[in-house]
């Protein structure tokens, strides 16, 4: 398997890509072969370790905010490819359920745009 940057890949080819590497590896690629609440708990920690880089303004360095972050969408499209989880139908489903939502943001203690 060739990694290449400049290769596009869809989110299936890129599950596909990491479940190759999940057998090459002995990272698991069978629900039987993962502990699922460990997988989301190092999902977790990965967003945590994002949020570590950000605060230390570590954005593009090694262990920095985007490296992190593709860190947790690797562990996320890992666990997705053992249990056989289709994330881009799921993504576009909950976009489609937000089109017509209505967030209060008067009544919401979060910031945004
Ligand atoms: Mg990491």
């Known amino acids: ?8 890949m869809t989110i299936e080819q890129l599950t596909a890509s990491i479940m ?4 090459e590896k002995g990272f698991g690629v069978q ?3 993962i ?6 708990a190092l999902i977790h920690s990965e967003i945590s370790e ?3 880089a950000y605060r230390h303004n570590n954005i593009d360095g090694q262990d920095g905010f985007k490296e992190e ?3 947790a969408l690797q562990r996320i499209l ?11 139908k ?4 909950k976009m489609a359920a937000n089109k017509n939502r209505h967030w209060d943001w008067d009544k919401i203690n979060e910031t945004h745009a």
């Open 1 to 8: 398997m060739e990694i290449n940057h400049l290769s596009r």
């Open 35 to 40: 502990n699922i609440p460990e997988k989301i």
């Open 31 to 33: 629900p039987g072969e």
């Open 20 to 23: 190759e590497q999940a057998k």
């Open 90 to 93: 799921e993504v576009l489903k």
């Open 69 to 71: 972050l593709g860190d």
């Open 50 to 52: 994002a949020f570590e």
């Open 78 to 88: 890992h666990l997705a490819g053992v249990l056989g989880f289709d994330l881009e």
